[in-house]
């Protein structure tokens, strides 16, 4: 009877051996049309044994000489499992279920089929109907974690030693029978699903986080304070370090796509928290940790494309408006601490009381908090910068026979209060370079006897505070020197450090010195 079905396909077989079949179909829709009336038909019993060996229903209208493969067809395709109703539940099981039955059925068959010349043909029926449900499944797959699995068993376990490769199906060569091109035809639909997926679960939670973020009222906590770039570091993370477990190029395509919806949420971030935070230094007393906050995730984004991207207009454009919205956090803390200088030193140089209660207010917009030590301490380096010069200008401006009569030493008290405001910048911000080296001077130079010893001071005070000469100037008449002992002493400066000439004073040298002698005359008036 066995005889009987080989004599039946053979003079057909004998011309489709010399070009491999899984090679010639390659028609997802189908497969050919085999005509097995080689003039010797079978036997109906013959027929209907190889239908209960493949375990389906014969066709009862059909010639059974022209049928032996379309049973083939029919027995894979009742063999395959369907679907699974819930792909995120259930498809990794579904998958092992496909390489269960695939595995078993060509272990089953091969005994019979294997010298019948049909073998090639039912490996075919499964790789084909195989693929034509891989790219159902895909279809349906919603999510890229669907995906990820999906590739993951095409390229990682179907040619494997878990099913084609596996040692008990050696002898039929399966991987070397695979169509490729059906394979690389289904990877690059696969990886555009897979892209389309990307974008859009990235865009969802990056959307969800910054969302998060906006809500936040109050950031009591280092887990608030670290929340947003934790958490979109990770959404991106996440995606790239899936895909590399399945393909490294497709990871660089990932990434790609990652980063484009990492710049509209930086874009989206950035203008958002420049509203937010200009609303909030405009408030009596507002709560600076959120610009810590700022300042801490705009670092901490910008190390991460930096370090993980590749450097592209992406990445450059990400990192300039990390930058910018930086310097303007940076720029809105320091308007704040302004305006908390600012208000109370108009009253301490006017005040009888000698308590310079600037630094309690400073503790208490900057609080100690571990979490936030790094942006702490760029923060007090720039706000004592700030805060010096703030008082070097108040004291200038100041009436010195006034202030006389509050400070009996001048320059004693100008000493404690550096002391004190350096002691608190220290306490806040550990490590901190010391800013008050003008304020030192200003003792040095009020205890200054002779013209000599002004010479001397002010050369080391440029050389050492890095001061402009006009705060010497200031400084000087304010103390109460004359504008040609100012002068002298400006003279004797070493060449390094004599003010920088401005061009248009030899255009012009009439008009610009009546103007610096206005300043000079208004700054005069302003200290007398």
């Not at 979109?232 to 990434?255: F, G, P, R």
């Not at 420049?274 to 670092?299: N, Q, R, S, V, Y």
């Not at 901490?300 to 450097?311: A, C, D, H, P, S």
Request: include cysteine; charge should be negative.
């Amino acid at each position: 009877m066995m005889k009987r079905i080989r004599n039946v396909v053979q003079n057909k077989e004998e011309d489709n051996r010399r070009t491999p079949l899984l090679k010639r179909n390659r028609n997802y829709g189908g497969y050919d049309q085999v005509d097995n009336d080689c003039g010797m038909p079978l036997a109906q019993n013959t027929y209907r044994e190889l239908a209960e060996l493949l375990r389906v229903a014969p066709d009862a209208t059909s010639n059974t000489s022209r049928d032996v493969r379309g049973l083939i067809q029919r027995s894979v395709s009742k063999h395959l499992p369907k679907p699974p109703t819930h792909l995120d539940q259930n498809l990794n099981q579904h998958l092992e279920h496909v390489k269960d039955v695939m595995f078993h059925e060509l272990l089953r068959l091969r005994p019979v089929l294997e010298h019948k010349e049909l073998m090639e043909f039912l490996i075919d029926c499964y790789h084909r109907q195989t693929f034509d449900h891989l790219h159902s499944l895909l279809q349906n797959a919603t999510s890229t974690q669907n995906c990820f699995v999906l590739m993951n068993w095409v390229l990682h376990k179907y040619q494997s030693e878990e099913l084609l490769g596996n040692p008990d199906l050696q002898e039929m060569d399966l991987i070397n029978q695979v169509d490729h091109l059906l394979v690389s035809e289904w990877e690059e639909k696969a990886k555009v699903k897979l892209l389309e997926n990307v974008q859009i679960e990235v865009r969802q939670s990056l959307v969800k986080i910054l969302q998060i973020e906006i809500g936040q009222e109050c950031c009591d906590r280092e887990e608030a304070y670290v929340r947003l770039y934790v958490d979109t570091i990770q959404c991106i993370d996440a995606m790239h370090n899936e895909v590399k477990k399945i393909s490294s190029d497709l990871s660089d395509e990932v990434q790609d796509v990652c980063f484009q919806e990492l710049l509209i949420f930086v874009r989206r971030y950035t203008t958002e928290q420049t509203e937010a935070l200009g609303k909030k230094a405009e408030m009596d007393e507002p709560e600076t940790i959120h610009f810590l906050k700022t300042l801490k995730t705009c670092k901490e984004l910008k190390r991460y494309v930096q370090t993980t991207g590749k450097k592209n207009h992406l990445l450059m454009e990400m990192v300039e408006m990390l930058e910018n919205m930086e310097a303007s956090t940076l720029n809105l803390l320091m308007d704040i601490v302004t305006d908390i200088a600012e208000s109370h030193l108009k009253k301490y140089f006017k005040s009888d009381r000698r308590r310079f209660c600037l630094c309690s207010d400073i503790e208490q917009y900057f609080p100690k908090l571990p979490y936030a030590f790094d942006e702490q301490q760029r923060v007090m380096d720039e706000a004592y910068k700030v805060i010096v010069g703030l008082y070097f200008k108040h004291l200038i401006q100041s009436n010195q026979k006034k202030l006389k009569k509050c400070w009996p030493d001048i320059g004693e008290t100008v000493t404690e209060d550096a002391e004190l405001l350096h002691n608190t910048i220290s306490d806040l911000a550990p490590g901190v370079q010391n800013h008050n080296c003008i304020l030192q001077y200003v003792t040095k130079i009020l205890e200054c006897n002779s013209i000599d010893a002004h010479k001397i001071e002010a050369a080391k005070m440029l050389k050492e505070c890095d001061r402009k000469s006009e705060d010497i100037k200031r400084l000087l008449r304010w103390k109460g020197l004359s504008r040609r002992e100012v002068q002298e002493v400006m003279d004797a400066l070493p060449p390094d450090l004599q003010p920088t000439p401005d061009p248009d004073v030899q255009i012009r040298p009439d008009s610009d010195n009546q103007t610096r002698s206005n300043r000079s005359q208004c700054c005069c008036c302003a200290c007398c």
